[in-house]
C-alpha cells in the first residue's frame, strides 16, 4: 500500500524529443488512477518511467514516500501488466506467476499458497499446467493479472491491458479489474485511449495531451466541467460540440466578464428539440444531415444555417458547422428536415479563444 | 478423371524411386563393397548382393585398421573426428549465443563496430586464412591436439548473426516483464532466452556438427601423428598406398562408419527441430 507522487517529471529523448514535459500527479493509497490520451501523448512513457523501464530525464518519481528515480524496477515493489501480456512462453502457468517470487528467494510453500490463492481468485486453477500458447486470449489477461498479484506490490501498472482482448471480454475484463483492485485495494496506475475505460475504472482521471497533463480529477467532475477544449472533445462519446463564438455573446453569458471572442461547448446530450429559447440558453437551427440508431438513443449530425457566423474550433473533432445531438429512444426527424435544439444556461461551456481556459460565470 | 489421378500418382512415385536409386546406389555399393573379398574386388568380380565377410571387414576396420605400415585403426579415427564435431559444433554455439546476446542487449561503447567486424569475418573462411592461423596455433603448442583441431573453428559469424537475428525478434516486453520480476541480465539469459532459443539450437547442432565432421583441409594441415588423425583424413590416406593393394573392403568400411554420425544427428534433432517449428513459441 503507498501513494504515488510524480513531482514535475521529464522525460526528453537523446536527440532532444520532449516527450514528457513536466507532469505533476497525485495518487493517494489504495486509489485507482487512469492515464488517458490520445496515441502519442506520453501516457505510456510516463507508466513506464514510474515502472522503472525508462529513465527519469527531470523531476521526481516517489512511490510509497521513498524516491525511486534510481531504483531498479525489480526493487520498486510494483507489478506490472502489459498490453501483449509478456507471459514466458516456454512457462507453464503456475510457472509464469511464480517466476518472480523465487527470483526473490521466497520459500516454496509459500510460493505455492500465493500462486493458487491468486488462481482461484482469477479461475486459473484448473489451467496451472498449461502454457500461455494453450490459453484464450482472456485466460492469458488473467495469468498476467495473475503475475501482478501475487507479488502483493504497492502499485499495479497496467499498460493498455484489455487493447487485445474482443469487445464483448473487455467490459468483463473492465469490471473484473475493477473488482479485484477494490478488494485488494492496492494502488493502480492505468494506461488507455479508450474514453470509455477511462471514466468507468477512474477514482483519478488524468486527461493528457502532448506530452502535458491537461486536467487532473474525479471522472464525472472532468466530464461536468472539462478546462479545456481538448478534455471537452477527448471524454465524452461523441464528443462536444465545439464552436467559436462572439464576444458580446460571451460577455452576455458570463454577465460581461470577457473582453474577446471565445469557444462555446455543448454536449450532443445537453440538445432538446425544441421551438423554444431558453433564457441564457443557446438555441440552433440544424439541418438534418445523418440518423444513427442504436436501440436505446440516436444521434443526429446536422449542419447549422449557412448565415451563422460560428464554426468549429478544435480542427480534426467536427467537421466546419456540423453539431451531434443525442436524443433518447429512436424517434428522430426524417434526413433534411430543418429543426431547432436549444440547451438551457448551465449546460454550456465556454472556453477562451485558444481552448486553453475555462471560462465560468 | 478417377484413373487418371491413379496413372498420376503411379507416373510420380515411379519418378521419386528412380530418384532414390540414383543417389542411393553409390551408398549401396559402399556397404556391399564392405562385406566382400578385397581380392574378388581387385579382380574386378565385385558382386552387387552382399558378401559374407560383414563381421571381420567391420572388426579390422574399427579396431585393427589397414594391414599398412601406418595402420590406425578407425575407431579411433572416429573418436578423433566426434570430439573436434562435437567441440566445434557446442563451442561455436555457446560463444556466438553469449556475442549475440551482448550485441543485442546491451549498449556499450562501440557495439556496431563490433558487430561489423563479427559480420566482416564472414567473407574470411578458414581456406583464406589458413597461414596466419596455422601459425599461431603451432606458436601456440597446439600442433596434434584437439584444442588445434576445433579451437581456430569455432568462432562463428554465422551462428551470431542467426542468434542476434532471432533475439531481436523476441518482444521487448519479455525482458521488462523479467526486469520487473526480479531476473538480472544472466537469470534473463538462462531462464527466458535460452529456452526460447532451444529449436534454433538444434538446427545450428545439426548444420554445425556436419561442418565439423568433414572438416578435411584444416585436420590434414594440424594433426601429423597417426594416432590424432580424423576420419576423414583417414580415408584418404587408405585409397593412396604405395606399396600395396588398396583394401577396398576396410576404405568402403570406414566410409559407411563415416557416414554414421551425421545421419544419427540429423534423425535425433529432426524430431526436435520439426516439434520446435510445429509449436512456435513466442
Not at chain 1, 83 to 90: E, G, S, T, V
Not at chain 1, 170 to 187: C, D, F, G, H, S
Not at chain 2, 233 to 252: N, S
Request: glycine share 8%.
Amino acid at each position: 500500500m503507498a501513494n504515488v507522487t510524480l513531482r514535475n517529471v521529464r522525460k526528453t529523448y537523446t536527440g532532444g524529443f520532449e516527450a514528457i514535459k513536466g507532469v505533476n500527479v497525485d495518487v493517494a493509497d489504495g486509489q485507482f488512477c487512469v492515464l488517458v490520451g490520445p496515441s502519442g501523448c506520453g501516457k505510456s512513457t510516463l507508466l513506464r518511467m514510474v515502472a522503472g523501464l525508462e529513465t527519469v530525464t527531470g523531476g521526481e518519481i516517489d512511490i510509497g514516500g521513498r524516491v525511486v528515480n534510481q531504483i531498479e524496477p525489480a526493487d520498486r515493489d510494483i507489478a506490472m501488466v502489459f498490453q501483449n501480456y509478456a507471459l514466458y512462453p516456454h512457462m507453464s502457468v503456475y510457472n509464469n506467476m511464480a517466476y518472480g517470487l523465487r527470483n526473490r528467494g521466497m520459500a516454496e510453500t509459500e510460493v505455492k499458497s500465493r500462486v493458487e490463492e491468486a488462481a482461484r481468485v482469477l479461475e486459473l486453477t484448473s489451467m496451472l499446467e498449461r502454457k500461455p500458447r494453450q490459453l484464450s486470449g482472456g485466460q492469458r489477461q488473467r495469468v498476467a493479472m495473475g503475475r501482478a498479484i501475487v507479488r502483493q506490490p504497492k502499485v499495479f501498472l497496467f499498460d493498455e491491458p484489455l487493447s487485445n482482448l474482443d469487445a464483448k471480454l473487455r467490459i468483463a475484463m473492465r469490471v473484473e479489474i475493477r473488482k479485484l483492485q477494490r478488494r485488494l485495494n492496492t494502488t493502480s496506475i492505468y494506461v488507455t485511449h479508450d474514453q470509455l475505460e477511462a471514466m468507468t475504472l477512474a477514482d483519478v482521471l488524468v486527461v493528457m495531451n502532448g506530452g502535458q497533463v491537461e486536467q487532473v480529477g474525479n471522472p464525472l467532475a472532468i466530464y461536468e466541467k472539462p478546462a479545456t477544449t481538448f478534455v471537452a472533445s477527448f471524454i465524452g462519446a461523441p464528443p462536444m460540440n465545439l464552436m467559436s463564438t462572439r464576444a458580446d455573446e460571451i460577455k452576455s453569458q458570463l454577465n460581461g466578464a470577457a473582453t474577446e471572442a471565445g469557444i462555446l461547448g455543448i454536449r450532443p446530450e445537453d440538445f432538446v428539440i425544441t421551438d423554444q429559447t431558453p433564457a441564457g440558453g443557446v438555441a440552433l437551427p440544424l439541418t438534418v444531415e445523418a440518423i444513427e440508431r442504436v436501440g436505446a438513443e440516436t444521434f443526429i449530425y446536422g449542419s447549422r444555417e449557412q448565415e451563422e457566423q460560428r464554426v468549429a474550433a478544435t480542427p480534426g473533432e467536427l467537421p466546419p458547422g456540423e453539431v451531434i445531438v443525442r436524443i433518447p429512444g429512436t424517434e428522430a426527424p426524417a434526413i433534411g428536415a430543418r429543426i431547432r435544439v436549444a440547451a438551457i444556461r448551465p449546460k454550456l461551456h465556454l472556453f477562451s479563444g485558444d481552448g486553453r481556459t475555462r471560462l465560468e460565470a | 478423371m478417377v484413373e487418371d489421378e491413379g496413372i498420376r500418382r503411379y507416373v510420380a512415385h515411379a519418378i521419386l524411386w528412380i530418384g532414390i536409386a540414383i543417389v542411393a546406389f553409390p551408398v549401396y555399393i559402399a556397404i556391399v563393397a564392405s562385406t566382400q573379398d578385397n581380392a574378388l574386388i581387385a579382380n574386378g568380380q565385385m558382386s552387387l548382393l552382399p558378401g559374407g565377410h560383414f563381421f571381420e571387414v567391420y572388426y579390422q576396420t574399427i579396431f585393427v585398421g589397414t594391414s599398412g605400415s601406418t595402420r590406425e585403426p578407425v575407431g579411433n579415427m572416429m573418436l578423433n573426428s566426434l570430439v573436434m564435431a562435437l567441440a566445434i559444433a557446442i563451442g561455436k554455439i555457446a560463444i556466438s549465443i553469449i556475442s549475440a546476446y551482448a550485441i543485442v542487449y546491451f549498449r556499450f561503447p562501440f557495439r556496431m563496430a563490433i558487430f561489423w567486424i563479427i559480420f566482416i569475418t564472414l567473407m574470411l573462411p578458414v581456406e583464406v586464412r589458413i597461414y596466419p592461423t596455422y601459425k599461431i596455433v603451432a606458436d601456440l603448442h597446439m600442433l596434434d591436439s584437439y584444442a588445434g583441431l576445433s579451437l581456430p573453428l569455432i568462432a562463428s559469424a554465422t551462428a551470431t548473426l542467426l542468434f542476434r537475428q532471432f533475439f531481436m525478434t523476441v518482444p521487448d516486453e519479455l525482458l521488462e516483464a523479467s526486469r520487473i520480476d526480479g531476473a538480472g541480465p544472466l537469470r534473463f539469459f538462462w531462464d527466458t532466452l535460452l529456452p526460447l532459443s532451444r529449436t534454433n539450437m538444434a538446427a545450428l547442432f545439426v548444420i554445425l556438427f556436419i561442418l565439423g565432421w568433414n572438416q578435411y583441409l584444416w585436420p590434414l594441415l594440424i594433426t601429423t601423428r597417426d594416432d590424432m588423425q580424423t576420419i576423414q583424413v583417414g580415408i584418404r590416406k587408405m585409397i593412396t598406398t604405395t606399396d600395396a593393394l588398396t583394401e577396398w573392403p576396410i576404405v568402403m568400411a570406414t566410409a559407411v562408419l563415416a557416414m554414421l554420425p551425421p545421419v544419427f544427428v540429423v534423425v535425433a534433432m529432426q524430431k526436435l527441430f520439426v516439434r520446435g517449428l510445429v509449436e512456435t513459441e513466442k
